[in-house]
């Protein structure tokens, strides 16, 4: 039997759906046994949301004042203490599992698998490299443990009405303080969550400022979809980091991905290739964004987009 | 603040469309352009900026690779890297052997800071800082998109999915940037020439006691599932009851 542990993520009141993800990328290991690690300040309200996915044996509740804030530093040496009862330990290929997870691979002196697509057997999986231009098939030495981060696009959320045991685990491990949280600015919002949206309007450079970015806000609170941007986008200044969709942003899976005045480089379409339908709207026709499109629109955005939202009204 | 340790990773160049082999067996590299890792520029470009700003601070940038690689150390020290190591291996190194072989250079240079972009745009694996952080029993501030040093501590803020987190960390550190950090100088001709008498020392992983163990076998390769190509609407119209058909909108 495998014994598989998932470093669920939080923010201290609702579990992020990226965990969800997990336990069905975990479920691909034939006879395996699914615990869940939440770790917090108090984690109480969120290892009941963990404790509820079907198909999850277990939540183990790490509370302790230190973990208020999520620190890789500090969560690290807890998860490789927890580590000692597992065969496989996953977390989320989001940027609190991408952070976290390779300390603790360093800490247990295996490597890690990164960005987990699909799972081949217990010990074989698959990953991509080069933006997505190969995917790798690699192997795991069985006699070591797996550290693996999950590429949430990868997998659909597991369901609900799961009913497993929740309990208080005390961890020892030495904490270090040479880290300390100092604050978070968010671009709170009240539009679904970019990563986990069923829809998703996105934006690129063509748009030519932030003021015309509205465009696309107006539009996605039309269609209840989540704002997206290309990197050109972002390092112009039009839209905000977190909005970055693509090789060194965010990787989403939507229903529906609307790409509005975006060309198309490849590092942007490696975060959008497991959008079940993409529509991209381009002033250039040749633009490779029309490659992946299932719908392509050739014309001018200011035209389109306000049409658009007109008959979607 | 004396010296600042950077780590840098000869990559395939980001505009190169990498191909899979027809047997699976990696992709085609023979005769691919080759570059500095774009986001370990973006390190080096900071641990410049802090060298400028203050003084007497030495920048060491560090590689391990091919002995071709001393073409992207040369880069580093055309930017202003002060001196260059290449640790040089004809094997590929996984993240974790590259993590031990940054600590055995690092234990030797004693940095206050070492920068590395967040991930090398090859393998994507986001691995090699962390990795250092955890065996040198450092802190880590991953994804920096502003650093600031004082008094011994550097606060950093850092790209996350939620926004922009800060955390300070004590120093010595390892920071791993992310794009918005800065913008990288262009190298200018004579800063090539001088590059040429800046030392550059070639040693080994055997010198460093590190061995180059595979932990992760690649058994293959294949090129991605291609999206099929799809269909062009003339209008907005067209465009939405093709959504609605489908169950879209």
């Given amino acids: ?313 | 603040m004396k010296k600042i340790m950077v780590c840098i990773k000869r990559v395939v160049d980001y505009n190169v469309r990498v191909r899979v082999k027809p047997d699976g067996s990696g992709v085609m590299l023979d005769g691919v352009k080759m570059s500095v890792n774009p986001f370990d520029e973006i390190a080096l470009e900071e641990a410049l900026r802090i060298k400028e700003r203050g003084s007497g601070i030495e920048v060491v940038a560090v590689s391990i690779g091919v002995a071709d690689t001393q073409q992207q150390l040369r880069t580093a020290l055309a930017m202003g890297a002060d001196r260059a190591i290449l640790v040089q291996t004809d094997t590929a190194v996984e993240p974790l052997t590259a993590a031990r072989t940054f600590l055995a250079v690092a234990k030797k240079e004693n940095p206050d800071l070492v920068f590395l972009g967040k991930q090398a745009i090859d393998d994507d694996a986001n691995q090699t800082g962390q990795m250092l952080a955890a065996i040198w029993e450092r802190p880590q501030a991953t994804y920096a998109s502003k650093v600031e040093i004082a008094d011994g501590k550097a606060t950093v803020t850092r790209e996350v999915d939620a926004g922009l987190e800060t955390i300070e960390v004590d120093l010595p550190a390892v920071i791993t940037v992310d794009l918005r950090l800065n913008e990288p100088r262009y190298v200018k001709l004579p800063d090539i020439m001088k590059a040429k008498k800046k030392p550059l020392d070639v040693t080994s992983l055997e010198a460093l006691g590190v061995s180059a163990s595979v932990l992760l076998k690649t058994v293959k390769t294949e090129p991605p599932a291609q999206r099929q190509k799809g269909v062009m609407v003339k209008d907005v119209a067209e465009l939405v009851d093709a959504l609605k058909k489908k169950g879209l909108l």
């Fill in chain 1, 1 to 313: 039997m495998h014994k598989i542990l998932i470093v669920g993520e939080h923010d201290g009141k609702t579990l992020n759906p990226a965990t969800a993800k997990c336990v069905t990328c975990a479920k691909g290991i034939a006879d395996g046994e699914i615990t869940i690690a939440v770790l917090g300040a108090d984690t109480a309200a969120v290892a009941a949301q963990a404790a509820a996915l079907a198909g999850v044996k277990a939540v183990l509740r790490v509370d302790r004042a230190e973990n208020q804030h999520p620190l890789a530093a500090v969560f690290a040496p807890q998860v490789a203490a927890l580590a000692a009862d597992y065969s496989h330990i996953f977390g989320p290929s989001t940027s609190f599992g991408k952070d976290l997870m390779p300390r603790v691979a360093a800490l247990l002196g295996v490597a890690q698998v990164s960005d987990l697509m699909a799972v081949e057997g217990p010990f074989k999986f698959r990953r991509p490299i080069y933006a997505g231009n190969a995917i790798i098939t690699v192997e795991a030495d069985s006699a070591a443990k797996v550290i693996a981060t999950v590429r949430v696009a990868s997998f659909e959320a597991a369901a609900g009405g799961g009913a497993g045991v929740v309990e208080l685990k005390s961890v020892s491990a030495a904490l270090p303080a040479h880290t300390r949280y100092v604050g978070a600015k968010s671009g709170s919002t009240d539009r679904p969550d970019l990563q986990t949206a069923a829809r998703v309007v996105s934006g690129g450079r063509a748009l030519g400022s932030a003021e015309n970015f509205k465009l696309l806000f107006s539009l996605a609170d039309k269609l209840g979809a989540a704002v997206g941007a290309s990197r050109a986008a972002v390092d112009a200044g039009y839209a905000a980091n977190e909005m970055q969709v693509g090789q060194t942003g965010k990787i989403i899976s939507p229903e529906i991905y609307v790409a509005i005045g975006i060309s198309g480089a490849i590092q942007h379409l490696t975060g959008i290739k497991d959008a079940r339908t993409i529509v991209a709207i381009n002033k250039d026709g040749e633009a490779p964004i029309f490659e992946v499109a299932d719908f392509g629109l050739v014309g001018d955005l200011f035209q389109i987009v306000p049409e658009f939202e007109k008959l979607v009204g």
